[in-house]
């Protein structure tokens, strides 16, 4: 895949995994994040300051970071006064967007400190929130949506006010080699920046082969039961078809530890894919992950992460060809 054009959609956490995963590697590498998180700091710079939504974006940049010591002032999170809760990632690119009236220049001037060399660009210029429809009830924003027990339906969901593709999206996505979903919240990270207009076109009308990672563990009350082909299936309901040449699920074992109450691992599916392949590999890092505790939204987070190396792998063996 050397000197291919790979790019990554999805949110903070999935997209960077897969990035770091790939960096290094002299591949040319670009990630399209969700702009609809509404969580913690982001959330209140949203609201207080009308920036975008920039920790997806914080989190990509400070996994890319070739600056261990910039990395992890970037990464700080404060812990009294007023800024509690905020990290200092999220109030330099909140601030760069307000001195610059752009988001996508304030990404440029964080990249040059951090030492990244990847591209982060934004699905959507567009502010936008996740909306959960519930008959007569409406939960707005992914925050609460996480939160929600979806029951026995499948959730209604749309970004209100519509949002457009981004022109920079849409050219990294139309020039791409290998376009990769990643993992990550499924409902409020993965169907967000999906449900973009102009994304699902825009990747059907590219050349580029299509892998999508499925999630490691199914969430209680939101994709409890799932086979790992049930994820582009509700991809497919929710954003429309979307081409697939190989959606890649985990075989290995996840300790007990590794799950939070309600969760449980993706299986695979006994569903034979009539228009894409599905390849199981070894892909899950079986180490705990520590959350932090100055994080408002850690305990929606997932305690297991996909092993940068083995995924790196999976993605090399399912892009052969290229």
């Known amino acids: ?52 939504a920039v920790g997806d974006i914080r989190q990509c940049l400070v996994a890319l970071s070739a600056k261990p010591d910039i990395a992890r002032l970037f990464a700080y999170r404060f812990d009294r006064g007023n800024l509690s809760g905020h990290s200092l990632g999220n109030l330099f690119l909140a601030a760069g967007e307000l001195q610059t009236g752009s988001i996508e220049k304030s990404i440029e001037a964080a990249k040059k400190p951090l030492g990244v060399s990847v591209d982060i660009v934004p ?59 990643a993992p990550g919240n499924f409902y409020c990270s993965i169907i967000p920046v999906l449900l973009v207009e102009g994304m699902a076109r825009a990747i059907n009308d590219s ?60 299986a695979a599916s006994n569903v034979k894919a009539a228009d894409y392949k599905i390849q199981g590999s070894e892909i899950s890092d079986n180490q705990k992950v520590p959350a932090n505790e100055n994080d408002k939204i850690a305990p929606v987070r997932s305690l297991v992460r996909h092993d940068k190396a083995k995924l790196a792998q999976a993605i090399a063996e399912a892009a052969e060809g290229l």
């Open 1 to 52: 895949m050397n000197d291919k054009k790979i790019v990554v959609i999805g949110g903070g956490h999935g997209a960077s995994i897969v990035l770091s995963a790939l960096d290094g590697s002299g591949l040319k590498l670009c990630g399209v994040l969700s702009m609809a998180d509404d969580g913690g700091s982001t959330g209140r710079l949203r609201k207080e300051l009308g920036v975008s």
């Open 207 to 266: 050349n580029a082969k299509v892998i999508q990672i499925c999630n490691l563990v199914n969430r209680s009350g939101q994709t409890a039961g799932f086979s790992a082909t049930d994820y582009p299936q509700e991809i497919k309901r929710l954003a429309g078809p979307i081409k697939l040449d190989t959606l890649i699920y985990n075989t290995s074992a996840i300790p007990s530890d590794c799950l939070r109450q309600g969760e449980e691992p993706v």
């Open 123 to 181: 699905s959507t210029e567009d502010k936008c929130d996740l909306v959960l429809n519930q008959g007569d009830k409406m939960v707005v924003g992914v925050y609460d949506i996480a939160n929600t027990d979806f029951g026995n339906d499948k959730p209604d969901l749309a970004l209100k006010p519509a949002a457009a593709l981004s022109a920079s999206a849409k050219a990294v996505i139309e020039a791409a080699d290998l376009i990769i979903i």
